[in-house]
């Protein structure tokens, strides 16, 4: 018998997704080039980016809702009772609280039970920690199984809500073939920087992210270097990053400082391939897909020591304490002067980026979806 898997995937017609959309949208597109026979609906918001189509069993489903409690709580298991799907999968942390369809839930992290930092004024990032905290503790029981994205947030998770591990699986995330070492980058590179050989820091005004230090360092770089490199730094608020710098006393970086705003995905292998370093350092990564892909493009990567980093990195990749600014500064100065060194980082990072695709992701989960759906529908089995 084919099943109807339901797969929520709310935000991947959005213009400026991010890291969650990302994922369900290759799981998607992996699922549809592997799976010809079972029947998928996708259920999405309206937004301007088509970016899933349907196919003969792949059935996608706009739902329109003023919010997203709205649309997740109520129209998402109101439709996918509609549809028929006898299995749903909740693909972003939180999954809707009266729904008689099995559940899946791919739960990437728990970053909203640990301590808040009170300096986020983020609205939207705020709304999205309170949401959380109320949504997830009351559904990890309804859930068939739980899905997360690496050893770190498996023990992670059960260690802090006590579930049994029978209950959760863990699939890694992957990267898109897209990300790979390219020549003639300028062309791209060059809408965000007029110049090669960047220093790269992807951030945002979470705390989490760590921009605060990571300035801090750059600025202690460019006291050490002497070539100075410039720092394009993507989707940051130019008012959060002015109150860093008056803090901590660096107005000197500002002139060697690049800020486009968002960067389109589909423009990041070029900025990767014509960075000279990517920046990582963040406090707490659940996966860390932006690692991978400046490896996979031979890009050294400096991230941190912290959470799933090292898992993902691996052991030989540059490691450091990301409380320390001046190890940040440190390894961004010797990858600057030992040839030797930066050409070894080169090649462990093209190494590792090798052990993890979409294509083993999606193969993953449609063997967790094959396992759920015989347990809830013996009726069904061979």
């Not at 026979?37 to 706009?62: R, W």
């Not at 839930?105 to 959380?132: C, M, V």
Request: include cysteine; charged fraction near 25%.
């Amino acid at each position: 018998m084919a099943m109807r898997i339901g797969i929520e995937a709310q935000r991947i017609f959005r213009n400026n997704k991010h890291g969650m959309d990302y994922v369900v949208l290759q799981e998607i597109l992996e699922l549809q080039k592997m799976d010809r026979q079972n029947e998928y609906y996708v259920f999405v918001a309206p937004g301007p980016d088509h970016c899933v189509t349907d196919t003969m069993n792949f059935h996608v489903i706009e739902i329109g809702c003023p919010t997203y409690p709205l649309w997740e709580q109520y129209a998402l298991p109101k439709v996918a009772a509609e549809t028929g799907v006898e299995l749903l999968h909740c693909t972003s942390n939180t999954a809707p609280l009266r729904c008689k369809i099995p559940l899946i839930l791919t739960l990437h992290d728990i970053i909203f039970l640990e301590p808040r930092d009170k300096q986020n004024r983020s609205f939207y990032q705020n709304a999205g920690w309170l949401y959380r905290r109320l949504v997830v503790p009351r559904i990890l029981g309804k859930c068939r199984r739980i899905i997360t994205v690496s050893d770190f947030e498996l023990q992670n998770i059960i260690g802090k809500l006590q579930l049994p591990r029978e209950q959760m699986a863990m699939i890694y995330n992957g990267y898109n073939d897209w990300f790979r070492p390219m020549e003639n980058t300028s062309d791209v590179s060059r809408k965000y920087i007029d110049e090669e050989g960047f220093i790269f820091f992807l951030g945002n005004t979470d705390p989490k992210k760590n921009t605060e230090r990571t300035l801090v360092a750059y600025a202690k770089y460019l006291e050490q270097s002497k070539v100075g490199r410039r720092l394009l730094m993507a989707d940051l608020d130019r008012q959060y990053l002015d109150d860093i710098i008056s803090r901590n006393g660096i107005g000197h970086i500002r002139e060697k400082l690049v800020m486009p705003g968002y960067i389109p995905n589909s423009d990041l292998p070029y900025i990767y391939n014509s960075a000279f370093a990517f920046l990582y350092t963040s406090l707490r990564e659940s996966f860390g897909i932006p690692l991978l892909e400046a490896m996979a493009c031979g890009t050294p990567v400096i991230t941190s020591n912290t959470s799933s980093m090292p898992e993902i990195g691996g052991q030989d990749a540059i490691l450091v304490n990301p409380e320390q600014a001046d190890e940040i500064a440190a390894m961004l100065l010797r990858l600057e002067n030992d040839d030797a060194f930066y050409a070894e980082q080169r090649e462990v990072g093209l190494r590792r980026a090798e052990l993890f695709s979409w294509r083993q992701t999606a193969e993953q989960l449609f063997n967790l979806y094959e396992q759920v759906y015989a347990e809830t529908h013996p009726q069904h089995r061979p």
